[in-house]
């Protein structure tokens, strides 16, 4: 039989499938002791201690259930708005500048609303789309970023931002092949951008297609030597599968660093490609790349050290 509980008007019913109810009712002064209870269809009758005490096991019993799943995966309450909606008075550049400063708080839904406030006085906007697009990206919503940075680039078919913020989205999606279009669209209407190459780079790199790659990073880092640093905290890196593919991808930006005089980022990105396993690093000692690097003695302390590779 299964128990039930009902809780009433002057204690706590007990009761089982297939019978009535069984009041048990608080018992006071001397009749603490007496039996409280009622005979139903089945004859249950029980004390009021033994009550309390089945009452007792099962709140216990549910307090354990509660308690007993320590690998159990709970979802995140969803996002919610913090502050005002705007004010209908307000500017759209002032609406703009409020929502660029919520989303570099992380405020993503408050930004977007902004943003949204701000499009309605400055219709099709391609720059506020684009921006919009990227809230968006940030917030992992796809399909609604990829919508945004389309409507950007029919308003504004020059606009290099967009097609590259597109590419990204289609990097997301592992459409690698689609986002290297995109990426090249940019470069073509702006080729002063850093950020451009080294998507491109990923993109290339992703699709182990590794000269037009290497060439990619290698036009990054001559327009901005610190654009590996700036996407590892905020932008986007290689997509790579497997660690073989990252520990290559470690020792081809470490070789690109030596290229260019940069000894502390090429030995920073050759321990990671040591930590990564990569297997072909003897050709560290006769790469030409690595000329200069070799005379330093922090590489012979680096080669020195057998760094273990890092279990995947």
């Known amino acids: 039989m299964t128990a039930k509980l009902r809780q009433t008007d002057t ?30 269809r089945l004859g249950v009758c029980m004390s009021y201690r033994k009550a309390c005490l089945i009452l007792l096991l099962i709140s216990s019993t549910a307090t354990l259930a509660q308690v007993s799943h320590p690998e159990q995966v709970q979802i995140a309450p969803p996002l919610v708005r913090a502050i005002d909606p705007p004010a209908p008075e307000a500017t759209a550049a002032a609406l703009e500048l409020q929502a660029d400063q919520l989303r570099g708080e992380k405020l993503y839904l408050d930004a977007l609303d902004y943003y949204r406030a701000a499009l309605a006085k400055k219709v099709n906007d391609p720059h506020l789309l684009n921006k919009i697009g990227i809230t968006e990206l940030l917030m992992q919503h796809y399909k609604e970023a990829k919508k945004s940075f389309e409507r950007s680039i029919r308003f504004d078919r020059t606009f290099a931002d967009a097609y590259n913020n597109l590419g990204v989205v289609y990097y997301e999606a592992k459409k690698y092949g689609t986002a290297v279009k995109q990426y090249q669209k940019a470069i073509d209407k702006d080729n002063t951008s850093a950020s451009f190459f080294s998507n491109l780079g990923a993109a290339y790199f992703s699709k182990r297609e590794f000269e037009p790659a290497v060439a990619a990073y290698q036009h990054a880092l001559e327009l901005d030597p610190e654009v590996f640093a700036r996407s590892s905290r905020s932008g986007v890196q290689a997509q790579l599968p497997s660690p073989e593919d990252r520990a290559r ?57 057998k760094t273990p590779g890092i279990p995947d």
């Open 11 to 40: 204690g706590v019913q007990i009761g089982f499938r297939g019978s009535q109810f069984h009041q048990i009712s608080s018992p006071t002064g001397q009749n603490c002791g007496r039996m409280a209870c009622r005979t139903g």
């Open 249 to 305: 991808y470690n020792y081809t930006v470490a070789k690109l660093y030596a290229k260019m005089g940069l000894s502390e980022q090429s030995l920073e990105y050759l321990r990671r490609a040591m930590e990564a396993g990569y297997k072909d690093l003897k050709n560290v000692y006769k790469d030409t790349d690595f000329a200069e690097l070799r005379k330093s003695p922090r590489f012979t302390e680096l080669m020195a050290s």
